[in-house]
């Protein structure tokens, strides 16, 4: 006779339990001393600033801690120094005040590259992503020279796809010449339309059989940097992985980093995959998520409508 576990109406079969739908973030608040945050798709969708959400962090680091200061680190998959995010944040009217630091892939790309002094770097992606570059020892050359490529997203990300890279990416696998991939995502959500990132160049890449180097979500390297960032704050060690709490909006890169760092993670659904979920028009209303949460590779811990406090 097979036992049937608890919580399971099959013998043998484990039923997982329902994933909590939370009003606003103040409802788990209180078991953190840090937040790492991502940005977009959760403070703004790349047209409109959420302001809901910086005030839930802005109240967030207004409670007494719990031995320490409560703190917020934005941590973003985007391909450019935190100074460059902090500048769209002012521009979105995003305060300062909701966060005590930034993280991003542009960050953790430049120290990458900086491992390699001199190196020949092909850089395959927009003009507006070269400030990553910016007083590194390295030359910038055409695809055929390199001896590294640094991709951090399609020239023109409005009506290009990974295929219009194939020639390319061919041409640097016959030469066997390392990525670093400055923005894992696949896609971000700009104005309510999903733009492919350099996260589906890299995954080309590889599948040609081309080396990747990711810095960022959900690579284990960023949780490191912010949890040791988000220590030097204060000048002391960083909190224990169960009194940090990962916000973002992706299953892929921000639920399944945190998941596999063991971090609490929340899901905000009015992101990414607001179209899945049916939450893509205003109006509309979160509803029961259950099926499609397990049909996922990953679960989070607890939903979100929007960050709100």
């Given amino acids: 006779m097979t036992d049937t576990p608890a919580g399971s109406s099959v013998p043998g ?15 788990i608040a209180e078991g953190y001393d840090l937040i790492l ?14 302001p809901g959400a910086s005030d839930a962090l802005m ?63 092909h850089h395959l992606g927009p003009e507006r992503d070269a ?27 409005t009506r290009e796809t990974a295929e219009d890279y194939r020639a390319t990416l061919e041409a640097l696998r016959a030469r066997a010449v390392p990525m670093i991939c400055a923005n ?4 971000v959500e700009r104005g309510g339309r999903l733009i492919p990132c350099a996260g589906l160049i890299a995954e080309a890449y590889e599948a040609l059989g081309g080396a990747v180097t990711y810095a960022g979500k959900p690579h284990r ?29 992706a299953l892929r890169t921000d639920i399944a980093g945190a998941a596999g760092f063991g971090i609490p993670n929340l899901l905000v659904a009015r992101g990414i995959h607001a179209e899945e979920l049916g939450v893509s028009a205003a109006q509309a209303s979160l509803g029961d998520i259950a099926e499609w949460l397990d049909r996922q590779a990953v679960r989070p811990d607890a939903v979100i409508e929007r960050l709100v406090w």
């Avoid at 570059?133 to 990300?157: N, S, Y």
């Fill in 13 to 27: 079969r484990l039923v997982p339990e329902p994933v909590p739908t939370l009003p606003g973030l103040a409802a």
């Fill in 184 to 187: 894992p995502d696949l896609v």
């Fill in 221 to 249: 390297p960023v949780y490191e940097a912010a949890l040791e960032l988000a220590g030097g704050l204060d000048g002391a060690c960083a909190p224990e992985p169960a009194r940090v709490l990962a916000i973002g909006d």
């Fill in 131 to 157: 400030p990553i570059f910016t007083g590194l020892d390295l030359t910038l050359v055409r695809a055929e020279a390199a001896d590294r490529v640094v991709c951090t997203g399609l020239f023109d990300d």
């Fill in 37 to 50: 945050c991502d940005v977009w798709g959760v403070l703004h969708d790349g047209t409109n600033a959420h």
């Fill in 59 to 121: 109240r967030f680091r207004a409670r007494p801690g719990a031995g320490r200061p409560r703190r917020v680190v934005l941590v973003s998959n985007a391909p450019r120094p935190w100074a460059g995010v902090r500048t769209i944040l002012d521009g979105f009217g995003i305060p300062r005040e909701a966060y005590d630091a930034i993280l991003t892939s542009g960050d953790l790309t430049r120290s990458l590259i900086a491992a390699y002094p001199g190196a020949r770097i």
